[in-house]
Antibody, heavy 122, light 110 residues
């Protein structure tokens, strides 16, 4: 059974940093592009970043480019999101998701974790 | 990276059909057959309902169908059931490992 579990969220001051983790099981991480999506409670889904199978290619939303870094450790079945220079508007529930298609381009988030809440506030 | 445009809400009675539109641009919806739809119930993670415009994952009822014409994709729910009441989001591939979501549509079963 596919399972994704996010962790690392919490309360951080503006300008601070957090590193989110996503532990996966039930599939081989090295076969799938991976995506981070966030959602402000009560609002819509907001794509943040996607990383290729090997980690050599990644894309970011304009709102986080230059501040967030996506990475992966395939042997450890882990996906990460390093978040720096955090702002109040980054407050949201952060989800990780695997691509539907193996060896794909991350075009379709398939299974999602339950999310980890990030709150940026002084 | 502008969000795809969806109606804020749609509604229908049990047994009826409703359609939710999702309008993008020639750089996303119009450029790729990678449109997906997600159902999200309160407090739950999104669930994939349609992928590659028209395909249904295993376990999704065939009452759910997708289509696309030009820069606009649509999700149709036929034979509405009370359990279909939820928020629905469209998503499109936008090239080079990037995605864009719609703003979401609240489906109410009257």
């Amino acid at each position: 059974e596919v399972y994704l579990l996010e962790s690392g969220g919490g309360l951080v001051q503006p300008g601070g940093s957090l590193r989110l983790s996503c532990a996966v099981s039930g599939f081989s991480l090295s076969d799938y592009a991976m995506t981070w999506v966030r959602q402000v409670p009560g609002k819509g889904l907001d794509w943040i970043s996607t990383i290729s199978l090997s980690g050599d290619t990644s894309s970011y939303a304009h709102s986080v480019k230059g501040r967030f870094t996506i990475s992966r450790d395939n042997p450890k079945n882990m996906l990460y999101l390093q978040m720096d220079s955090l702002r109040a508007e980054d407050t949201a529930l952060y989800y990780c998701a695997n691509d539907w298609a193996p060896h794909g381009v991350g075009a379709t988030p398939d299974y999602w974790g339950q999310g980890t809440l990030v709150t940026v506030s002084s | 990276q502008s969000a795809l445009t969806q109606p804020r809400s749609v509604s229908g009675s049990p047994g009826q059909s409703v359609a939710i539109s999702c309008t993008g641009t020639s750089n996303d919806v119009g450029a790729y057959n990678f449109v997906s739809w997600y159902q999200q119930r309160p407090g739950r993670a999104p669930k994939l309902m349609i992928y590659d415009v028209i395909k249904r994952p295993s376990g999704v009822p065939d009452r759910f169908s997708g289509s696309k014409s030009g820069n606009t994709a649509s999700l149709t729910v036929s034979g509405l059931q009370a359990e279909d009441e939820a928020e629905y989001y469209c998503c499109s591939y936008a090239g080079t490992y990037s995605l864009v979501f719609g703003g979401g549509t609240k489906l109410t079963v009257l």
